[in-house]
């Protein structure tokens, strides 16, 4: 029998953490705020309703009902379409390789917020540490001070994995996400009693109604609800392959959206009040000041806690507490999308299934605490998440509406839920959301083939870029041509574990 969910809480809270990552916190505040501030937000609640929850829906019911991780719902569905689900599979594995990456530089800064030790110069510290070469193909050789973190989140992120979903993945859920309510909360009150806070807010939520008629806005907008709601690269695919068979997946999808974006939207208003604070303290405009990624967390965040009046200490564990947790959440969903797909498939016992998928991450991740580990995340990440989370979200959803009987799983949805979709979930997937994810992978495609990638060479980008989308598209075809032991056994042998 399956492992399952212990609750539909237990379900929700992983979920919920899944989907609450590191773009929560450095991601969305920047994208809104570079995008219209708070005019941004109309195309951004569009995306949700148009894209977000009906994927979603989509996902949970697609997961619930052919109870398998991507490749063997999707061959469930249609044996020709399990290449699909070893795509997303294989996307959401080259992500775990370096998600990893950032977790471990995390739990340096947790430390370092006690003395500060990034000292005046923030951004000269985060280069030396990371030993950052000037190439993604000149590692200049493991970095040695980042092997004991490295290690102790592999232990952390192994032992949950092996203890499986019910007393594994959602255990560790039911405890970090109320801790990482709490350190946002402590940073939210206090970046708001700081200074310089309205002027960061202002920025963030100031609305600028000509960018509504920029395309571009609009692709934005469906871009971060992919980043953000873990959609589209197997991973509600496989959380959800482990529901009681009673599960309302409607009203799942809609509090997961809800409390995902509630969450973005909370955090922003407590990074862009520090970002206020920071910009008044060296008389510039907050627009000089505010960033996303990884340049927010360890450059910009540790000037500003440095310069906080006092506590500098306990916010800086605070924000990078926030990153840990939410990280880890992320992380096992990622890995367990992976997991999942070989346990189903291949019929494997769970620990083995994990040891199959762990050991290859953790030794492909090691690259990521070389010199070059910073330089290659940032390539990899750019195509990973343009190109091939847009790819298989868009084939995603071109073959459940046009190839696929869409109204079989309207009716699935609906049967244990309190309240029922029309069809207009149909309309949306087929039209508003194949449309404008085929625009954002065109767009994506072009910039990449025509302009590269930020400041790398040719060469960087054809190893680290196109060379990861056709190593998941080559890996994909492999693992399909692969047979699988018990892989696609009727559905009817397969039984639940009833849950309330």
Known sequence: ??????????????????????????????????????????????????????????????????????PVTWARINRRFEWLGWFQAMVAFVIGIYYFAIIVWVLSYIGFSFTQAWGSDPSSFFVEYLGLTDSALNFGGIQTHLIIPFLIIWIIVAFIMYKGISKGIEIACRVCLPILFVLILVLVIRGLTLPGAVDGLEYMFKPDWSALAKPNVWVAAYGQIFYSLSI??????????????????????????????????????????????????????????????????????????????????????????????AGITSMVSILQAVVSSFHDKFDIDHKKAVTVVVVPTFVLSILFITGAGMNILDIVDAFINNIGVAAGGAIEVILITRLFNPEKLRREANEFSNFSIGRWWIYSLRIITTVLLGVMLFLNTKDFIYNGYGEYAASDINVFGWGVILFVILAADFLTTLKGKDGYRDLDKISYKEVN
């Open 232 to 325: 589209g690269f197997a991973i509600m695919l496989a959380y959800s392959s482990y529901l009681p068979k009673k599960t309302d997946v409607v009203n799942s999808a809609f509090i997961t959206a809800t409390a995902n974006h509630g969450f973005e939207l909370f955090a922003g208003i407590g990074v862009f009040s520090i970002m206020g604070f920071m910009a008044m303290q060296q008389g510039v405009d907050v627009s000089q000041v505010a960033g996303s990624g990884i340049g927010l967390a360890f450059m910009t965040f540790p000037t500003a806690i440095s310069a906080l009046p006092a506590l500098n200490g306990l916010f800086g564990v605070c924000f990078f507490g926030a990153l840990f947790t």
């Open 1 to 70: 029998m399956r492992d399952q969910w212990n609750s539909k809480v237990g379900f929700l809270l992983a979920a919920i953490g899944s989907a609450v990552g590191l773009g929560n916190i450095w991601r969305f505040p920047y994208v809104a705020a570079t995008n219209g501030g708070g005019a941004f937000l109309l195309p951004y609640f569009f995306a949700i309703i148009t894209a977000g929850i009906p994927i979603l829906i989509l996902e949970y019911t697609m997961g619930k009902t052919y109870r398998g991780g991507a």
